[in-house]
């Protein structure tokens, strides 16, 4: 059946083109108009004819094709929704100054449809402060970008720069097209955090005590998520360093997946380095079994008592404050169980004293509260034990909340103020 939608797909010249037929095939599986606008390059790497036959339309490639219907701002102005998979560096580059020296740079300047971009490249080249830039000059213009994801690349290398799966790039534009459809002015959040490189920590990481079993605990990475979500909609680039999340992460964020507290340890300093502003939101074990079992724990031979020995892991946001890059805001989460107020904004302040960070997100866990919901109640610290907010309701309104007391006057203005470098 047919959506009637004209959805353009752009490919350029990168080996993940190949990957790029999936993509075009799924929108025409689910009922799209799909018109295909390759650059030279990306038919060095897959051929018109499979393009033709999965798109079941004409390819364009060519400026001076067509040149009597106008081809070059037609295919822009009937698109609902453009996709560019895979979207080099290059390529990125041209679209971020508006270039307009091929067929496909002239359909995107011509259209007003929602833009979705699939990045796909060498890491360094992911990394370049010039692709960094551009990528955050195209989100603060509201494209999607999708990716890229952390994995094997083309040569022996791996890390940040593969293109997202199909079928995510597939999913992250439907979403893009239909929140731009929902679109009003008001709820776009304003860019304030655009150019500035967020990194969030979330979930829980787990201590292994043999193959099959871990030391854990009930943190689903919500919070987390909702803060890179909610500062990835205020412009920001955001890295995310995830340990064992329940819940998605959204498209266009960086994902670094460790497990233990030593893993995430050293994600975060790697990503610290680069980093604006820092938020721990991640329940860090602060104890690891002094020996991991290399075979299963049986009972036959442990008996009846076990006991387990630990030693204590480090601690990551007291190392980061220690590391801190000058300009850098540091915020730190404290969950706590103490039912009275008074009581658990004594526990904050003693904490945010001994641990050294900006800003303290205080909440109150228990049983049941806190955990695996879609709400949160916080209150939120500064530097001198204070309270500077109170916030409560879906954990995505909180992330905005925290967000806005971060980039508020509470906190040396000329820290957030710095350059980003
Ligand atoms: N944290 C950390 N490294 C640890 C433990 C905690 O970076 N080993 C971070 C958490 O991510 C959080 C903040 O420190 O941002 C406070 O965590 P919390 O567990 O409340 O504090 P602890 O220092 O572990 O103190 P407590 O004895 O109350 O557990």
Same mark, same amino acid.
């Given at each position: 059946?047919?959506?009637? =939608?004209?959805?353009?797909?752009?490919?350029?010249?990168?080996?993940?083109?190949?990957?790029? !037929?999936?993509?075009?095939?799924?929108?025409?599986?689910?009922?799209?108009?799909?018109?295909?606008?390759? #650059?030279?390059?990306?038919? =060095?790497?897959?051929? =018109?004819?499979?393009?033709?036959?999965?798109?079941?339309?004409?390819?364009? *490639?060519?400026?001076?094709?067509?040149?009597?219907?106008?081809?070059? !701002?037609?295919?822009?102005?009937?698109?609902?929704?453009?996709?560019?998979?895979?979207?080099?560096? &290059?390529?990125?580059?041209?679209?971020?100054?508006?270039?307009?020296?091929?067929?496909?740079?002239?359909?995107?300047?011509?259209?007003?449809?929602?833009?979705?971009?699939?990045?796909?490249?060498?890491?360094?080249?992911?990394? &370049?402060?010039?692709?960094?830039?551009?990528?955050? #000059?195209?989100?603060?213009?509201? !494209? #999607?970008?999708?990716?890229?994801?952390?994995?094997?690349?083309?040569?022996?290398?791996?890390?940040?720069?593969?293109?997202?799966?199909?079928?995510?790039?597939?999913?992250?534009?439907?979403?893009?097209?239909?929140?731009?459809?929902?679109?009003?002015?008001?709820?776009?959040?304003?860019?304030?955090?655009?150019?500035?490189?967020?990194?969030?920590?979330?979930?829980?990481?787990?201590?292994?005590?043999?193959?099959?079993?871990?030391?854990?605990?009930?943190?689903?990475?919500?919070?987390?998520?909702?803060?890179?979500?909610?500062?990835?909609?205020?412009?920001?680039?955001?890295?995310?360093?995830?340990?064992?999340?329940?819940?998605?992460?959204?498209?266009?964020?960086?994902?670094?997946? !460790?497990?233990?507290?030593?893993?995430?340890?050293?994600?975060?300093?790697?990503?610290?380095?680069?980093?604006?502003?820092?938020?721990?939101?991640?329940?860090?074990?602060?104890?690891?079994? *002094?020996?991991?079992?290399?075979?299963?724990?049986?009972?036959?031979?442990?008996?009846?008592?076990?006991?387990?020995?630990?030693?204590?892991?480090?601690?990551?946001?007291?190392?980061?404050?220690?590391?801190?890059?000058?300009?850098?805001?540091?915020?730190?989460?404290?969950?706590?169980?103490?039912?009275?107020? #008074?009581?658990? $904004?004594?526990?904050? $302040?003693?904490?945010?004293?001994?641990?050294?960070?900006?800003?303290?997100?205080?909440?109150?866990?228990?049983?049941?509260?806190?955990?695996? *919901?879609?709400? &949160?109640?916080?209150?939120?610290?500064?530097?001198?034990?204070?309270?500077?907010?109170?916030?409560?309701?879906?954990?995505?309104?909180?992330?905005?909340?925290?967000?806005?007391?971060?980039?508020?006057? *509470?906190?040396?203005?000329?820290?957030?103020?710095?350059?980003?470098?």
């Amino acid at each position: 059946m047919s959506t009637g =939608r004209t959805i353009v797909v752009g490919i350029t010249g990168g080996i993940a083109a190949y990957k790029a !037929v999936n993509v075009v095939r799924a929108f025409v599986l689910l009922g799209n108009d799909v018109h295909v606008v390759a #650059t030279e390059a990306a038919l =060095r790497f897959v051929g =018109r004819p499979t393009l033709e036959a999965i798109s079941r339309n004409p390819v364009h *490639t060519d400026l001076y094709e067509g040149v009597a219907e106008v081809r070059h !701002v037609a295919i822009g102005q009937s698109a609902d929704l453009i996709v560019i998979a895979p979207a080099t560096a &290059n390529s990125i580059a041209k679209i971020a100054l508006g270039l307009a020296d091929d067929l496909l740079g002239n359909t995107i300047l011509a259209s007003t449809a929602p833009l979705v971009i699939a990045p796909a490249m060498h890491t360094e080249m992911w990394n &370049n402060p010039a692709t960094v830039a551009n990528i955050a #000059t195209l989100r603060q213009r509201g !494209v #999607t970008i999708v990716g890229p994801g952390i994995g094997r690349l083309t040569g022996s290398d791996s890390g940040p720069g593969r293109m997202e799966e199909p079928e995510t790039i597939v999913d992250a534009a439907l979403a893009a097209l239909a929140a731009h459809r929902a679109d009003t002015p008001a709820s776009v959040p304003a860019p304030d955090l655009s150019g500035r490189h967020v990194l969030i920590s979330a979930g829980g990481t787990r201590e292994p005590l043999d193959p099959v079993r871990f030391l854990g605990n009930r943190s689903s990475g919500r919070q987390g998520v909702a803060l890179a979500e909610a500062a990835l909609a205020r412009g920001a680039v955001v890295t995310l360093v995830a340990a064992h999340l329940e819940v998605a992460t959204p498209p266009g964020i960086s994902v670094h997946s !460790v497990s233990t507290t030593v893993q995430l340890q050293q994600a975060m300093r790697d990503a610290a380095a680069s980093a604006d502003i820092v938020i721990m939101a991640a329940a860090v074990a602060d104890y690891r079994p *002094t020996a991991v079992q290399s075979g299963k724990i049986k009972k036959d031979v442990a008996g009846d008592r076990v006991t387990l020995d630990l030693v204590r892991n480090p601690d990551v946001l007291a190392g980061l404050v220690q590391d801190r890059r000058p300009g850098q805001v540091i915020v730190g989460f404290a969950a706590e169980t103490e039912p009275d107020d #008074t009581a658990r $904004r004594e526990l904050g $302040r003693t904490k945010i004293l001994r641990k050294g960070c900006d800003l303290l997100v205080l909440n109150r866990v228990g049983w049941t509260q806190g955990f695996a *919901t879609e709400r &949160n109640e916080i209150e939120v610290l500064d530097g001198a034990g204070d309270i500077v907010l109170e916030a409560a309701g879906t954990k995505l309104s909180v992330a905005h909340r925290i967000l806005d007391s971060i980039l508020g006057t *509470t906190i040396d203005a000329a820290r957030v103020d710095a350059p980003v470098s």
